[in-house]
């Protein structure tokens, strides 16, 4: 029990396509400790939701391949049988997604699909389901539950939906919620609400959370870790403040910049865009759009994850052994960010 209760270890997740395979998740690791939010982000395609997805096998296997290691709480789940699975999935972790119409059948009021959810995982008498189905509607903050339980899914506001969506999942008291950008069809104060609440339910139940979001904005709102993707590979890895504070792959700085507020905010995003999935160049998979690639970055394999401080790692050239930092962050950066980095150096800028 003192372990994280998820563990993702060197998890790869490959589609055998026509047009070749596609290793969607190339050797990715993380672990979610209990009460944490870890979010995943990277642009679209980059490899969250078939991460997310592969946890807890809602991404059929067959056709996808999966290798490596996802333990939770103890219990590799790549190895459990399908029915073992199923139960997981419905009882222990929950999933939360974009769109909260598909968490919801139209037909039924709210109350009842709420009783429902509680009652296939607890053997509770329809009075006391009932209560606590109440309970859960005030918990993800529909005002008036006791009124609310009779309505039908479309008399709640898209907010709302997501809200009841989200009560739903904590009808089997889950550990550990998988969120797949549940915010991102709602309008900016609702979604701050939705973070607010998830937040919320995290301190109150110590429940862990998996975010996966294309929005750094979202990550500074509610992240404790941060995993960056970019085409199926880790770029960077780091506690929340780490990564606003000291972001050092060249791809999270890209990403950061084109964050509203920043002054250098692009509309356009990252100039260029993700490689060819089935053919993913050597070296760096970043490095065909990456200001700073030098030859190192062209060749090989995805360089290794580089120590950058405590729980923080970055997987670019510039921070190995042979690298220097400066040439992403610039000179006065390197040098606030790493003294040591600072002229005063007898040797050439190969040491670290
Ligand atoms: N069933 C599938 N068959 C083949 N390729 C797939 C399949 N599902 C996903 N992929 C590919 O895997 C890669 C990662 O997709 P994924 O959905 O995880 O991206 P994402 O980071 O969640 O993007 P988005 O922000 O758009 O949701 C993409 O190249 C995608 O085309
Ligand atoms: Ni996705």
Redesign the pocket.
């Known amino acids: 029990m003192t372990g994280p209760l998820l563990s993702v270890g060197d998890l790869r ?1 490959t ?1 055998h ?1 026509d047009e070749g395979d ?4 190339d050797g990715v690791s993380f672990d979610v400790n209990r009460g944490e939010v870890v979010c ?1 982000v ?12 592969a946890i807890t096998r809602l ?2 296997v067959p ?2 391949e999966l290798e490596g290691e996802v333990r939770f709480d103890g219990q590799d789940l790549t190895t459990l049988p399908e029915a073992t699975m199923r139960e997981i999935r419905g009882a222990r972790i929950a999933h939360v997604f ?1 769109n909260p119409q598909g968490a919801l059948n139209p037909v039924y009021t709210v109350g009842w699909q709420l009783v429902e959810a509680i009652r296939l995982h607890r053997d509770v008498p329809a009075a006391a389901a009932r209560e606590r189905a109440v309970d859960l509607l005030a918990t993800v903050g529909i005002p008036d539950p006791v009124a609310r339980f009779a309505d039908y899914p479309h008399e709640f506001s898209g907010g709302q939906k997501q809200r009841v969506a989200i009560a739903m999942a904590l009808a089997s008291d889950p550990d550990l919620l998988v969120a ?2 549940p915010t991102t069809a709602l309008d900016a104060t609702v979604q701050q609400q939705i973070l607010r609440l998830l937040e919320d339910l995290r301190t109150a139940t110590g429940l862990a959370v998996l975010l ?1 979001t ?1 929005d750094l904005g979202v990550v500074a709102e509610i992240g404790d870790e941060v995993v960056v ?1 970019y ?2 590979k880790v770029m960077e890895h780091a506690p929340v403040e780490a990564l606003f504070d000291a972001p050092a792959h060249p791809y999270t700085r890209a990403l950061l910049a084109c964050l509203p507020g920043t002054g250098r905010a692009t509309t356009e995003g990252i100039p260029g865009s ?1 490689p060819d ?1 089935t053919d993913p160049p050597a070296g760096c998979r970043f490095h065909p759009r990456c200001p700073y690639a030098v030859e190192e970055c062209r060749a090989g394999e995805q360089p290794p994850l580089y120590d950058r401080g405590p729980g923080h790692d970055v997987s670019c050239v510039h921070y190995g052994p042979d690298g220097d930092p400066a040439v992403v962050l610039g000179d006065a950066v390197a040098a606030a960010i790493r003294p040591e980095a600072g002229g005063d150096r007898t040797s050439g800028g190969e040491s670290s």
Do not use: I
């Open positions: 997740v589609f396509a596609v290793r969607a998740v995943l990277g642009e679209s395609g980059s490899g969250k939701t078939v991460t997310a997805e991404l059929p056709p996808a974009q797949d950008e996966v294309h993707l085409a199926g993700l999935p």
